[in-house]
């Protein structure tokens, strides 16, 4: 599991990175589901391996990747709350959790796409979603 917390880590570095360096946060959003997308995608096939291995660790284990888990659903709750306004804390988390289901769920699926074209049309319907109802300028580019 040490190349799995390597992974979790350059995942949880790089989204701290993005909170940090873009001001914007719609950009930072976009950002974030960029990176999310491609670690998902070309990870896919691993991540369910994983997730059967997580079941498994020793205790002191398992407690150092759910933890590095909820740094990365933090970091985007921070961006969605800026974003959305009108969410609260738990609204955003609830959000967050559904909208990072999707992308692994979907992403995982064979749809015959290439995977850019998967990216872009689970990417833009994730910012749209995240972005809120009236918002139409979320577009990931």
């Known amino acids: 599991m040490i190349g799995l917390e390597r992974i979790l880590q350059r995942q949880l570095d790089a989204i701290g990175r993005i909170a940090r360096e873009i001001d914007d946060p719609a950009e ?19 991540l369910a391996a994983w997730k059967e291995e997580f079941r498994n660790l020793p205790p002191e284990d398992a407690w150092r990747f759910r933890r590095m888990q909820r740094l990365y659903v933090e970091e985007w709750v ?15 988390r609830a959000a967050v959790h559904a909208i990072m ?3 692994q769920t979907a992403a995982a699926r064979r749809s ?25 300028d979320a577009v990931l580019t």
């Open 28 to 46: 930072a959003l976009a950002a974030m589901v960029r990176g999310h997308l491609t670690f998902t995608l070309e990870s896919g096939d691993r």
């Open 78 to 92: 921070n961006i969605v709350t800026r974003v959305r306004t009108d969410l609260s804390d738990g609204q955003a």
């Open 101 to 103: 289901a999707f992308l």
């Open 112 to 136: 015959g796409l290439p995977p850019e074209e998967v990216a872009e049309v689970l990417g833009n319907m994730a910012l749209a979603a995240l972005s809120g109802p009236h918002s139409s």
